[in-house]
């Protein structure tokens, strides 16, 4: 909701399910910017301000855009009222900047809805143990949305954004990208995990724990289109996976460029030294995705990792200050110019060759791979990240995901 005339866009359409009898409850995130511009404002005060004032400042985006959206909606002639996370009671622990939602009071919305209202709840904030405001992450209304859906048993949760759905891989890269009508629960997840940026990870991760069908939708058509048009646009996430889904080999490209390596040469190979090299990476609350060891050589050996590069400074301050003495390792040799790609679909469970598929994609496009990771439904590899694109492009396309998936040649 950028401005006054989209807020009013957003009326027209609540107004509209409203009007035909459906019990709406609507959880809208800041204006766009807006949240951005206060955690700017927050940063000229302090490097490291409180994360509790923080989150104090951060929330008050989403208490702006309800209050706006209410009286949107009034104007309409439609009976609504907006809430914050606390009145609601959208509880959380206190991990400020990233709490995690423990429970929703329901009875305060679940009345009002009653009463023929539409309800609005302040998304991205909640409120710990101790009464102080949290909020839940960047992009986490997302999250608020699902959670309450969840808690009050809707019967479906709709995300409006700013593209008209999950795409194939990201359209800025590779314009051929498709959107995909529906698309796996798992398969969400992976790629919400693995860079693309449309829903936050959490959401889908709630979605799945509480089944509720999520649709992804673009805030920017019409809102007035009828809402039968409203279900044939955008992204269905399924927990059923039908055959149709089963036919494509993979079903999306994913990729971020925030990754980080890590090497340490010249490590002792004796039981315990992963853990003396990642515990206390893990007990300072980084995560570290891809772990390669080599073969010992002499008794020692070589290990690498990647870790998000917002992590990357704070990483190597825990590597120099508190590993190298540990394990006396050799040399710490860093990488920050790498990223990930990955192969998604549930249809690589039953499909042999489908990373073999993609490694000599990349091979013949020489492009080097310089670690690898699998699970059952993606392959990611680390590549250097001028080849990104090219990558992800020739792979899209390999996979018969540029619009034509008869083309997908695979052994099976
Ligand atoms: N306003 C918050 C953010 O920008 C939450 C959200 O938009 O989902 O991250
Ligand atoms: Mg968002």
Redesign the pocket.
């Known amino acids: 909701m950028g401005s006054i005339e989209r807020i009013q866009n957003v009326a027209k359409r609540v107004a509209k399910w409203h009007a035909e009898g459906h019990q709406v409850v609507v959880v809208p995130?800041a204006m766009s910017g807006e949240t951005n511009r206060l955690l700017g404002l927050a940063k000229e005060l302090s490097e490291t301000p409180d994360p509790r004032e923080v989150d104090m400042l951060a929330s008050t985006g989403e208490q702006a855009s309800s209050a706006l959206l209410a009286m949107a909606l009034q104007a309409q002639g439609v009976p609504a009222r907006s809430y914050t996370g606390w009145q609601v009671a959208v509880k959380t622990d206190s991990a400020f900047g990233k709490a995690r939602i423990t429970s929703i009071d329901d009875q305060r919305v679940r009345a009002d809805l009653d009463a023929g209202k539409v309800v609005i709840v302040t998304g991205f904030q909640g409120i710990d143990p101790e009464g102080h405001i949290t909020t839940l992450g960047r992009?986490g209304?997302?999250t608020s949305a699902v959670a309450m859906a969840a808690a009050l048993k809707a019967d479906e949760c709709l995300i409006f954004?700013d593209v008209d759905g999950v795409y194939t891989t990201d359209p800025r890269v590779v314009p051929e990208a498709r959107r995909m009508n529906v698309v796996s629960f798992e398969e969400m997840l992976e790629m919400a995990s693995l860079g693309s940026k449309v829903l936050q990870i959490r959401s889908v991760e709630f979605a799945g724990k509480y089944k509720v069908p999520v649709r992804v939708l673009s805030s920017l058509t019409d809102p007035l289109i009828s809402l039968e048009e409203e279900k044939n646009s955008g992204t269905l996430i399924t927990f059923e996976e039908d055959s149709k889904m089963e036919a494509a080999l993979v079903s999306g490209i994913a990729f971020s460029r925030d990754e980080a390596k890590i090497t340490l040469l010249g490590v002792p190979d004796k039981p315990g030294v992963a853990f003396a090299i990642l515990g206390p990476v893990a007990d300072a609350n980084i995560d570290i995705d891809m772990i390669i060891q080599n073969q010992s050589v002499d008794g020692t050996t070589d290990f690498s990792f990647t870790v998000n590069r917002n992590d990357y400074k704070r990483t190597l301050d825990i590597i120099k200050k508190t590993i190298v003495p540990a394990t006396g390792a050799r040399e710490v040799i860093t990488d920050e110019k790498v990223c990930k790609v990955s192969i998604v679909g549930i249809g690589m469970r039953s499909h042999a060759g489908v990373a073999s598929l993609m490694f000599r994609t990349l091979a013949d496009e020489g492009v080097n791979i310089q670690m690898i990771s699998t699970s059952e439904i993606k392959t990611s590899v680390l590549i250097e990240d001028k080849y990104m694109e090219l990558a992800v492009r020739a792979l899209h396309k390999a996979f018969g995901l540029d619009g034509n998936p008869a083309e997908t040649a695979i052994e099976e």
């Open positions: 995130s992009g209304s997302d954004t």
